[in-house]
């Protein structure tokens, strides 16, 4: 519980306000006994454990006493007022003492958010698109061409280089005739045309062939991030290693087996890769309209949030987005992540919770046994020993929280279909992919 003198911010519909009083001598009362308490183990220097004077004990650990017992007693002093009105508080209070002083009782006014009520809208008016998609052998093929691009080898080629090949040089960069700090490597691989080097650079090597050599400018951007290098012209020096050409794998048994497929079987491969492609469709269609079925939900339950779980919500997702850019090797120690730039994302976070919590409880949509079950199982389809998979999810509850919270909103989702007005669309590939396979 937070105890402040600051000023208040601008109330909302959910702000309440009350004012409460402590007598002091239940406070002194209070302190007295956490103070004898602390005397048992107090240790100070000349005294054994547990002998030091009352007096001295009370100078040492006075304050400190003194402000867990005006603690304790306005959280017991809270908890009362709450339950006597029947409040359902959302975060903490905000505690601001009473300027006038009073030496009969500690006053005070607990200032918080409460949860607000919620009377469900009507979604029977709103419309949503259901897209669909059949995966058929066009598509299979263009996953399986995907695939072979993302195994393409690079093999040395005795010819010009062209976009889309890999080079092996070695350069050095010269400004007003000398070398600068990051301008030279040796045996650099660069891919023409890929927009990793400079726009000059790349046009520039364009066309060499092994073994060739290229003095060349290369003028810098305005806004390059090395400021001594700004808007400079600067010369290269380059000296070709290798050209490197692409070449696509073979559509055999070796591809195959380079996909999981133990036998190089290629009928069981484009079986395996048409379920996978299958599966991430379904996925991605499933996604689609529980987006448009959370934003309809929105649209006719428009409700007020506690800012106190907007800023809990926007905290835990600020250490989420930084434990995973740590994980993906980001340094993150002078790096930070403000809570504040999740606002609007936790904000509709917040009122989908409140929302779904009260349409679930209403219409009885808790995820069943059996539909948790079928949500595990489709997780561990994707891995080498679905069984081993459902288990582990099964050893422990808690494992389970995030297969039941699917679950349910599957429940929800099914529920609004049922009940607005709803369309079928069917989808192109490409646009529900993102262009990916």
């Given at each position: 519980m937070e105890t402040t003198q600051a000023a208040a911010p601008a109330p909302s519909s959910l702000e309440r306000r009350i004012d409460m009083a402590v007598p002091l001598a239940e406070i002194d009362k209070e302190v007295e006994k956490r103070l004898k308490h602390i005397a048992k183990t107090a240790k100070m220097a000349g005294f054994r454990p547990g002998k030091m004077p009352m007096k001295l004990v009370a100078q040492t650990y006075g304050g400190q006493a003194r402000s867990e017992a005006i603690g304790a007693a306005v959280e017991r002093a809270f908890g009362e007022k709450v339950r006597e009105q029947k409040l359902n508080v959302a975060g903490y209070p905000r505690i601001e003492p009473k300027n006038a002083p009073n030496d009969q009782q500690f006053e005070f006014t607990a200032i918080f958010e409460v949860y607000p009520e919620i009377t469900l809208g009507d979604i029977s008016g709103k419309e949503i698109e259901k897209a669909t998609l059949t995966v058929s052998d066009a598509e299979v093929d263009k996953t399986i061409d995907v695939l072979r691009a993302q195994r393409t080898a690079y093999l040395p080629v005795e010819r010009a280089s062209a976009k889309g090949d890999r080079m092996v040089i070695d350069f050095v960069g010269r400004k007003n005739g000398e070398e600068f700090q990051g301008g030279k490597a040796e045996n650099f691989t660069v891919e023409v045309g890929g927009g990793r080097m400079l726009p000059d650079f790349e046009t520039a090597i364009e066309g060499l062939a092994p073994a060739a050599q290229k003095t060349f400018d290369v003028k810098f951007p305005e806004d390059y991030n090395v400021a001594e290098l700004n808007g400079q012209t600067v010369q290269f020096?380059?000296?070709?290693?290798?050209?490197?050409?692409?070449?696509?794998?073979?559509?055999?048994?070796?591809?195959?087996?380079?996909?999981?497929?133990?036998?190089?079987?290629?009928?069981?491969?484009?079986?395996?890769?048409?379920?996978?492609?299958?599966?991430?469709?379904?996925?991605?269609?499933?996604?689609?309209?529980?987006?448009?079925?959370?934003?309809?939900?929105?649209?006719?339950?428009?409700?007020?949030?506690?800012?106190?779980?907007?800023?809990?919500?926007?905290?835990?997702?600020?250490?989420?987005?930084?434990?995973?850019?740590?994980?993906?090797?980001?340094?993150?120690?002078?790096?930070?992540?403000?809570?504040?730039?999740?606002?609007?994302?936790?904000?509709?976070?917040?009122?989908?919770?409140?929302?779904?919590?009260?349409?679930?409880?209403?219409?009885?949509?808790?995820?069943?046994?059996?539909?948790?079950?079928?949500?595990?199982?489709?997780?561990?389809?994707?891995?080498?020993?679905?069984?081993?998979?459902?288990?582990?999810?099964?050893?422990?509850?808690?494992?389970?929280?995030?297969?039941?919270?699917?679950?349910?909103?599957?429940?929800?989702?099914?529920?609004?279909?049922?009940?607005?007005?709803?369309?079928?669309?069917?989808?192109?590939?490409?646009?529900?992919?993102?262009?990916?396979?």
């Amino acid at each position: 519980m937070e105890t402040t003198q600051a000023a208040a911010p601008a109330p909302s519909s959910l702000e309440r306000r009350i004012d409460m009083a402590v007598p002091l001598a239940e406070i002194d009362k209070e302190v007295e006994k956490r103070l004898k308490h602390i005397a048992k183990t107090a240790k100070m220097a000349g005294f054994r454990p547990g002998k030091m004077p009352m007096k001295l004990v009370a100078q040492t650990y006075g304050g400190q006493a003194r402000s867990e017992a005006i603690g304790a007693a306005v959280e017991r002093a809270f908890g009362e007022k709450v339950r006597e009105q029947k409040l359902n508080v959302a975060g903490y209070p905000r505690i601001e003492p009473k300027n006038a002083p009073n030496d009969q009782q500690f006053e005070f006014t607990a200032i918080f958010e409460v949860y607000p009520e919620i009377t469900l809208g009507d979604i029977s008016g709103k419309e949503i698109e259901k897209a669909t998609l059949t995966v058929s052998d066009a598509e299979v093929d263009k996953t399986i061409d995907v695939l072979r691009a993302q195994r393409t080898a690079y093999l040395p080629v005795e010819r010009a280089s062209a976009k889309g090949d890999r080079m092996v040089i070695d350069f050095v960069g010269r400004k007003n005739g000398e070398e600068f700090q990051g301008g030279k490597a040796e045996n650099f691989t660069v891919e023409v045309g890929g927009g990793r080097m400079l726009p000059d650079f790349e046009t520039a090597i364009e066309g060499l062939a092994p073994a060739a050599q290229k003095t060349f400018d290369v003028k810098f951007p305005e806004d390059y991030n090395v400021a001594e290098l700004n808007g400079q012209t600067v010369q290269f020096d380059v000296a070709v290693r290798a050209v490197l050409g692409p070449v696509l794998p073979e559509l055999d048994a070796d591809f195959a087996k380079a996909l999981g497929v133990a036998d190089g079987d290629l009928v069981k491969m484009r079986q395996e890769v048409r379920a996978n492609l299958e599966r991430e469709v379904k996925k991605r269609l499933q996604a689609r309209v529980k987006n448009q079925v959370m934003d309809a939900l929105l649209a006719v339950n428009p409700i007020d949030v506690p800012q106190a779980l907007v800023e809990m919500e926007s905290q835990q997702m600020a250490e989420a987005a930084k434990a995973d850019l740590e994980k993906r090797g980001a340094a993150m120690k002078n790096m930070p992540v403000e809570p504040s730039w999740f606002t609007e994302q936790a904000t509709r976070r917040v009122k989908l919770g409140l929302v779904l919590a009260e349409l679930v409880k209403s219409k009885d949509l808790h995820a069943r046994p059996e539909q948790v079950k079928a949500v595990v199982e489709d997780f561990a389809e994707t891995f080498e020993d679905p069984k081993e998979v459902v288990r582990w999810y099964y050893s422990q509850p808690q494992r389970l929280a995030e297969a039941e919270a699917l679950a349910m909103e599957n429940n929800v989702v099914e529920w609004a279909l049922a009940n607005a007005k709803v369309s079928e669309k069917a989808v192109g590939f490409d646009e529900l992919m993102g262009n990916q396979a």
